[in-house]
Nanobody, 119 residues
Framework: QVQLEESGGGLVQPGGSLTLSCATS????????IGWFRQGPGKEREGVSC????????HYADSVKGRFTISRDNTKNTVHLQMNSLKPEDTAVYYC????????????WGKGTLVTVSS
């Protein structure tokens, strides 16, 4: 069955970097999209970035443009989210999801990984 598992979260100081990974199984990654979402304390879940793996197109929320990069690991069924210049407001549980396309929303979800940006 479809499975998604996030990893790479942790505590980082403002200005630091982290790379999140979304390991996938149970489907052909190259035919679908992987999106990263986050939910901060007291906030609703919001989209951060998305990769249409089938055509390589990417999408970013305005709040992370220029700081975050989404990419597919060509040696594994994994999608990474490289996060640079982290800010306290990036603190959230980060989830990855899979779906038919970034424009259509996600159908399956991982359990999330916590990112805390604090000094």
């Amino acid at each position: 069955q479809v499975q998604l598992e996030e990893s790479g979260g942790g505590l980082v100081q403002p200005g630091g970097s982290l790379t999140l990974s979304c390991a996938t199984s149970g489907f052909t990654l190259d035919l679908y999209a992987i999106g990263w979402f986050r939910q901060g304390p007291g906030k609703e879940r919001e989209g951060v970035s998305c990769l249409n793996v089938f055509d390589g197109s990417t999408h970013y929320a305005d709040s992370v443009k220029g700081r975050f990069t989404i990419s597919r690991d060509n040696t594994k069924n994994t999608v990474h989210l490289q996060m640079n210049s982290l800010k306290p407001e990036d603190t959230a549980v980060y989830y990855c999801g899979s779906g038919n396309g970034c424009e259509y929303g996600m159908d399956y979800w991982g359990k999330g990984t916590l990112v805390t940006v604090s000094s």
